[in-house]
């Protein structure tokens, strides 16, 4: 018995299928039922048995299912094969999805390495198992394209030391260690202690001084220099760290007169290091201590100034 619950139906195909609208409505009923009769089938797509059997099987009388033979047989409905008393009905289209589900399921299992699965039987037809055969042919002489192929030599099948593997992560290798990541060996790191501008670039940034003389007129580098250190000595986690220190001095000093004198639109850029810088100083100019008291310990009405770390 099939494990497929159901099968795949399709009103279009249904309405509109010459083979299936020539017959006649009773020939219709008896169809779709032995279409469910064929899907639960070991061999799904394909049903056999007497004229008696079959009548049976779909409820009808034994003149209604002879009658409803011969529609299949004028009409090609399905494949119909007579043999003595028993007579095969075969749908295609069920026996062709039926097939490609076996490929499909044969294909698996040889991706998943189950070794009983020979290479050659994913692409044989999962018919050729069937009870009632529905053509006779000579041993000699193979008639349709499913014998061409079940008559060929089976495929070899390869030993598991000549399957080769070239993906490098699913060896369980490292793609940095192997050379073919560009990046492979490049890490940031923390600004050097003791980090010095070096002459070249010190005189990187004269050149470019020189060429911006009017934004760089108020700018000294050994300030610059300082700030640069603090701000990324101070700077938490992946923010401090850097591929190239020089690139990121020479980008610096690029930004000074920004960060220095604002960005056009009267704020100027402040540096986590001005910022504590600025805070402290307004804590060390106030007469309020914590409590909103003055430092001579006389009580004030007046609330003590809030701290506006944005400004």
């Not at 509109?16 to 070991?42: N, Q, Y």
């Not at 002879?66 to 047989?73: D, G, L, P």
């Not at 690029?254 to 704020?267: V, Y």
Request: glycine share 6%.
């Amino acid at each position: 018995m099939s494990k497929q619950p159901s099968f795949q139906f399709y009103p279009a195909d249904w309405l509109r299928s010459p083979d299936v609208r020539k017959c006649s409505p009773a020939t219709r009923g008896i169809w779709i039922d032995l279409l469910c009769l064929m899907h639960f089938e070991e061999d799904r797509g394909k049903l056999s048995g007497t004229v008696q059997e079959l009548a049976r099987a779909t409820g009808c009388s034994e003149v209604e299912m002879e009658a409803a033979i011969a529609e299949f047989e004028r009409h090609k409905t399905c494949d119909v094969t007579k043999s003595h008393n028993d007579v095969s009905l075969m749908s295609r289209r069920l026996a062709r999805e039926e097939k490609t589900r076996k490929d499909a399921a044969l294909r698996k299992r040889r991706q998943r390495g189950h070794k009983d699965v020979p290479a050659s039987r994913a692409r044989l037809s999962s018919s050729s198992s069937s009870k009632i055969p529905f053509y006779k042919s000579s041993p000699s002489t193979p008639s349709t394209a499913s014998d061409l192929r079940s008559s060929a030599p089976p495929e070899p099948e390869l030993e598991p030391e000549e399957k080769v593997q070239t993906n490098p992560r699913a060896l369980g290798e490292n793609p940095r260690a192997l050379g073919t990541n560009p990046r492979a060996g490049k890490k940031g790191t923390r600004i050097p202690e003791p980090w010095l501008l070096t002459d070249e670039l010190r005189a990187w940034a004269a050149r470019h001084a020189a060429g911006h003389a009017k934004d760089y007129a108020d700018l000294d580098v050994d300030d610059q220099v300082e700030r640069f250190i603090d701000h990324f000595r101070a700077a938490p986690g992946r923010v401090g760290v850097k591929l190239n220190w020089a690139a990121t001095w020479r980008n610096w000093w690029r930004k000074a007169p920004e960060m220095t004198r604002g960005n056009g639109n009267g704020k100027a850029y402040e540096t986590p290091y001005d910022r504590i810088m600025r805070v402290n100083a307004d804590d060390a100019e106030s007469p309020f201590d914590e409590r909103g008291t003055t430092v001579d310990g006389v009580a004030e009405v007046v609330d003590p100034p809030d701290r506006d770390l944005r400004r």
